[in-house]
């Protein structure tokens, strides 16, 4: 008579008995033992919630600094939101019934593309103890459409913290490209805004701070799937967008086209050639967030659009800067690669012309090397000197409408 090797129970006394090589396991010592790893997978994890390491603002900027060339005030935001969420962490550990209660900040981020927002993000999960993920604003949509629901945000956030609740719940998320759900027009339509308006109702319980039911693996929800609740209270919510033509928004508000010679004193106090760095909630609201949502994303901060001497820097600066990228792909063929100084001011210059931000610089240089990382490491040569007139021809070779696309 089979036995289970583990519990000894006979194949009648069980409602599943699995054979292996030389024993047996049924379904109640598979579930018991079910159990106990994911009990030893959870003291396991990487993120401790009793033993939070307290990083000072000053600690994160300067971390911050080591990627991100420029863009002091939105690290010093970002660097006291997240500090502020490690001390409401620990707050939240020792609070008492009398103890005034800390509400979470949300922060928003402003910025043209190319300026460094989901950099900004991606180098701060480097240094954080507690779970943190990036999602994309542009795939939600409202339940039942085409899409990902909103839960999919704290499924990510799951998935990241190894399925351990009680960290996911002290995580912190960065909501990319939150522009995109704006709503398209305050005009009444016939037709659905499934990935505008709806969505941002919907992230409404997420920010505030509510339990929500999330699906385990993502995806649709289904009356038979096992849902996980998970408390958003003490989930810090980053949001960052371009806002592509806020500025006109901004520049209606601050009335630089009115006519007399009034407006004109009071215009000319105004940087026209940076109208991002005057943003308010209101302009927010002007572009299509609904007061809401607005309201639940208190510490609004901008980036400074990149000038020449900043694209520079982030050529050569960072420890992951552009360059340093290129030298290492080509070390690892045994091959040395140099850069004349003028090669790096004329793929700055293309990036200004073009107005493709930080994220232009690696089209650029791609561009005028791709000719070389194909050739060389099928070859014999083991240096490679790149000046301007090499650098001038591979890239008017490529297509420059492409790049004007981008």
Same mark, same amino acid.
């Given at each position: 008579?089979? @036995? ?10 069980t ?6 090589i ?19 997978l959870?003291?396991?994890?990487e ?6 390491k /307290?990083s000072?603002?000053?600690?994160i900027?300067?971390f911050?600094?080591?990627?991100v060339?420029?863009?002091d005030?939105?690290k ?10 490690y001390?409401? /962490? ?16 949300n ?11 989901t950099l900004l ?5 480097k240094?954080?103890h507690?779970p ?7 795939v939600?949509?409202?339940a039942g ?10 499924t @990510?956030?799951?998935q ?13 998320v ?30 409404? =319980? ?7 039911n ?11 799937q ?39 004193k ?5 940087? @026209?050639?940076? /109208?991002?760095?005057?943003v308010?909630?209101?302009d ?15 510490v ?11 694209? @520079?820097?982030?050529?050569t ?6 360059i340093?990228?290129?030298?290492m ?15 790096l ?9 073009? =107005? ?6 690696r089209?650029i240089c791609e561009a ?35 790049l004007?696309?981008?």
């Amino acid at each position: 008579m089979d @036995r289970c090797s583990f519990c000894g129970r006979e194949k009648r006394d069980t409602n599943l008995l699995i054979a292996g090589i030389s024993g047996h396991i049924c379904d109640s010592c598979i579930e018991q033992a079910h159990s106990i790893l994911q009990e030893e997978l959870k003291k396991n994890s990487e993120f401790d919630v009793n033993e939070i390491k /307290l990083s000072k603002p000053e600690e994160i900027k300067s971390f911050l600094g080591q990627y991100v060339i420029g863009q002091d005030y939105a690290k010093k935001f970002l660097a006291v939101a997240v500090y502020n969420h490690y001390k409401r /962490l620990m707050h939240v550990k020792i609070q008492d019934k009398n103890e005034v209660e800390i509400e979470k900040s949300n922060i928003i981020l402003v910025g043209e593309t190319g300026t460094g927002k989901t950099l900004l993000a991606r180098t701060i999960a480097k240094m954080l103890h507690v779970p943190f993920t990036i999602v994309d604003a542009t795939v939600l949509t409202e339940a039942g459409y085409v899409g990902e629901d909103i839960e999919s945000i704290l499924t @990510r956030l799951l998935q990241v913290a190894d399925y351990n609740v009680e960290a996911a719940e002290k995580g912190i998320v960065f909501i990319d490209e939150i522009d995109k759900i704006a709503r398209k027009s305050d005009n009444p339509s016939i037709t659905r805004d499934v990935s505008g308006e709806g969505v941002q109702q919907g992230l409404l =319980k997420l920010l505030e701070g509510s339990v929500i039911n999330v699906p385990p693996q993502g995806g649709r929800k289904h009356p038979d799937q096992k849902m996980i609740p998970v408390n958003t209270k003490n989930i810090l919510f980053v949001c960052g967008g371009a806002f592509d033509g806020i500025e006109k928004k901004i520049g209606q508000r601050l009335n630089t086209k009115t006519v007399g010679y009034t407006a004109v004193k009071e215009s000319d106090m105004v940087d @026209r050639t940076n /109208l991002l760095q005057y943003v308010t909630p209101q302009d927010l609201k002007a572009f299509g967030l609904i007061p809401e949502i607005v309201g639940r994303l208190p510490v609004l901060a901008y980036l400074e659009p990149l000038d020449a001497e900043t694209l @520079r820097s982030i050529l050569t600066e960072p420890k992951n800067a552009i360059i340093k990228q290129y030298e290492m792909l080509f070390d690892m063929d045994g091959i040395k690669l140099t850069f004349e100084d003028k090669v790096l001011d004329y793929i700055v210059e293309k990036s200004v012309e073009y =107005k493709l931000g930080a994220r232009g610089l690696r089209s650029i240089c791609e561009a005028i090397m791709i000719d070389a990382m194909f050739e060389m490491p099928s070859g014999d040569e083991k240096e490679i000197h790149v000046d301007l007139e090499y650098a001038r021809e591979k890239f008017e070779k490529t297509d420059i409408k492409r790049l004007r696309a981008a």
